[in-house]
């Protein structure tokens, strides 16, 4: 590539990034989207049960009553503490118990000093369409009984019906279970809907990523049903909600290390997903502080009772890291919740590569910085007969090396004649040009699932190595410094610069066959400099694999330079071994 062409690259690339984010939202007066078909919720309140004030209205002339004091229930579970309140029975907090995960809040909310009750976790619902008989209200304040500090119950009763919601620590890390019995205490058949939600809440800046590192918030919401899996992201719901009927498996809110999942037990559900806008006045659907609530729902239908008939439904609620050992177990069996865990398209080998690197950490290692470099030498070993083919056709192209310079100054004003004369040289000594290129391109699928693997592997999550506080995040021991008129950089760290200046010796030991002196210049320089940029911002686990495989690259090209050294003469072969003759205009013979 000439300096011409790049050019060339670089206008035409402006022009579309311009086209692409000025004039065409210009031309269709800025954003096309349509508000989401969201129905507006509306509920018939208990009497005693006061709206949300920081997201509903009293209609005019009408006064609210005052909030009933909450009473509250705790749970102490195996690895979290869960707070429950008798507003809605449900989740008020939940904290993880380890102290890798004080940080984390499970429970999120827009209203973050209280938590809005239609927003809480494991709140439970129970008339819906036409099945509105057996509950006379949508909301009520429920009575509580605590069950030491392992459960807490929740009833209400009235002359219509009597529900009784048991919340209790189950035995496996991270799990709730949930069970629900009505019981129809009227004098004829009536109908209900049973549902069960979970929430998040998630504005556009904690879900944005920065120059090649995806944020850890940024969320999908996921059905399982038999061996598929329902995954949608943000974008994915301009139309409102998204249903699965016969989920057999959970419903769940997931980002990248953590998740929150609904497990039906039992008897199977529709699982409804839906990410809904919050957006106040004044602000765009992208700005930073519009956000969206996220919701997983198991929706049970319409079910009629007898008189004094009952109906139970049971769930185990998960709300925890998502530790893959973990997850083999979590909400019980064949319920597979290790899916949660997306991978992208090459999921096949990333899983490969997540089994061996926790092998090496559990059996070798015993530290996950060790054992990402150990996962590294490992892979470097198996894919060196990929790299052999590579060194053969460098070694090869380098002992061509006085007889291409020979064609070049022959053919210097013809191109045509010096890429046949090259394809004839090549054939006569059976090498081949692009021998290095295919085991490249065959690495590929292994070096994209390697960034995944590390991408999403929570067991890193403020993991320390070296000086490294957390290999989750960007290296950070210098802190954050601030230039006048630009602002705070990113908090910084010797990683970046490290792995800059390896890269840089790396492309200049390593000869870049067939470039022209830009593209050389531009792989020697550019390159280093784009991948240290991103460093400020991908995590550490990753930097530490990619200085380490640079390091790998650069002692195997010296023993390449020890024992096939580069030729030193650089003009026509003295043997004389091939002549150029120009047989006509288009023709030439080696």
Known sequence: MDKGALVRTLVIFGVILLVWKVIWPMMNGGSTEKPQPVPAETYVNAPDFAPDPAIETVPPGTTAPKLVPEETCN????????????RGAALVSLKLSNEQYADVRMVTSANPESPIERWRPLRTLFREGDAKDQFKYDRFNWKLDKLGDRGCKFTYEDELVRVEKTVQAGERPFELSVQTKITNLADAAKKHDFSIETFAF?????????????????????????????????????????SEPGADRFAAISNYYFANALVPQGVPATCRILAEDWIEGGQKRDDDEAGAIYHAKLDYGEKTLQKGESATYEQIAFF????????????????????????????????????????????????????????????????????????????????????????????????????????????????NPLGGCLPQLVQMPIWWAMYTTLETTVEMYHTHFLWFTDLSAPDQLFGSIHIPGIGHLPEL??????????????????????????????????MPLVFMVMMLFLPAALGVYMLTNSVLAIIQQLLVEKFAPRPTDDGPSKKKEIEVRVLGKDKARV
């Open 202 to 242: 998630y504005k556009n800046a904690d879900v944005k990523g920065h120059l090649g590192r995806v944020s850890p918030f940024l969320s999908d919401l996921d059905c399982g049903r038999d061996d598929k899996i329902l995954r949608k992201n943000k974008d994915d719901f301009k139309e409102g909600w998204l």
């Open 493 to 526: 760290g010797p990683l970046p610069f490290v792995l800059g200046i390896f890269m840089v010796v790396q492309q200049r030991i390593v000869p870049q066959q067939g470039m022209d002196p830009m593209q050389q210049k531009l792989m020697t320089w550019i």
């Open 320 to 431: 925890g890291p998502k530790e893959r050992n973990i997850l083999k177990a979590a909400g019980g069996p064949n319920k597979k919740l290790g899916d949660l865990i997306n991978l992208g398209f090459f999921s096949p080998v990333a899983k490969v590569l997540v089994g061996l690197i926790v092998w090496l950490k559990d059996h070798v290692t015993h530290n996950w910085g060790l054992a990402i470099i150990a996962l590294t030498l490992v892979l470097r070993s198996l894919l060196f007969p990929l790299q052999w083919k590579s060194i053969k056709a460098m070694v090869g192209m380098r002992r061509l090396k006085p007889e291409i310079n020979e064609i070049n100054k022959k053919f210097a004003g013809d191109m045509q004649a010096k890429n046949l004369a090259m394809m004839e040289l090549y054939k006569k000594r059976g090498v």
């Open 75 to 86: 749970i102490r579970g195996n690895r979290f503490d869960a707070e429950l309140s008798t």
